[in-house]
């Protein structure tokens, strides 16, 4: 089905350990987007990419870094995972943002 | 800078009751309005969206308008179901292309 894959589901990484979560979408959006959702504080942004070749801050940047593969892919990579990145990930894309975003299904990362 | 508040949860009903969800926003200009819902343990999909003002998104029974006078989008369904037990957000397109959403509000719908 035509959408936006995260890879992995789950992860547990302890404290200080780096890892790469994955997402590609394949309806040639432009715009592509990483939030975390923590209870109580709905989603916020981290990173986003307008265009292929273009990254910008969001709301929460700090610890996280991103890369635009290609136009279908959009990676978050956590350099030294800290407990407070405990959280879920959710990759989105978009063709233009007044259409709305599609949502890949999450990724539940759990820092010991 | 452009916000949206909803209504906190959780907001529990008994099957075929009405739903009101109440959201507001704040923003310059006519921002693009959204409902989004989340079933547990998946992403976030678009229930509903309006573009300008006096337009009603609908979707699923549940509908939603823009109203530019109180600057609100409140979601509505006549019937609640136990199946449209979920977590819903109000969520905004801002200029700088970029969405953003409410907190939440937890929906209940008890059998």
């Known amino acids: 089905n035509a959408g936006v894959t995260q890879t992995p589901k789950f992860q547990v990484l302890k404290t200080g350990q780096s890892m790469t979560l994955q997402c590609a979408q394949d309806?040639?959006?432009?715009?592509m987007y990483w939030y975390r959702q923590d209870p109580g504080m709905g989603l916020r942004l981290i990173y986003y990419s307008a265009s292929e070749g273009t990254t910008d801050k969001g709301e929460v940047p700090n610890g996280y870094n991103v890369s635009r593969l290609n136009k279908r892919e959009f990676s978050l990579r956590l350099e030294s995972a800290a407990p407070s990145q405990t959280s879920v990930y959710f990759c989105?894309?978009?063709?233009?943002?007044?259409?709305?975003?599609?949502f890949g299904s999450g990724t539940r990362l759990t820092v010991v | 800078g452009d916000s949206v508040t909803q209504m906190e949860g959780p907001v529990t009903l008994s099957e075929e009751a009405f739903l009101t969800i109440n959201c507001t926003y704040t923003a310059t200009g006519y921002p693009s309005l959204f409902w989004y819902v989340q079933y547990p343990g998946e992403g976030l999909q678009l229930l509903l969206k309006?573009?300008?003002?006096?337009d009603k998104g609908s979707n699923k029974g549940f509908e939603a308008t823009y109203r530019k006078e109180t600057t609100s989008f409140h979601l509505e369904k006549g019937s609640v179901q136990v199946s449209d037990s979920a977590v819903y957000f109000c969520a905004l397109w801002d200029r700088d292309d970029k969405i953003i959403f409410g907190k939440g509000t937890r929906l209940h719908i008890l059998p």
């Open positions: 309006a573009t300008k003002a006096d």
């Open positions: 989105a894309s978009s063709r233009q943002g007044s259409y709305g975003y599609t």
């Open positions: 309806m040639n959006h432009n715009s």
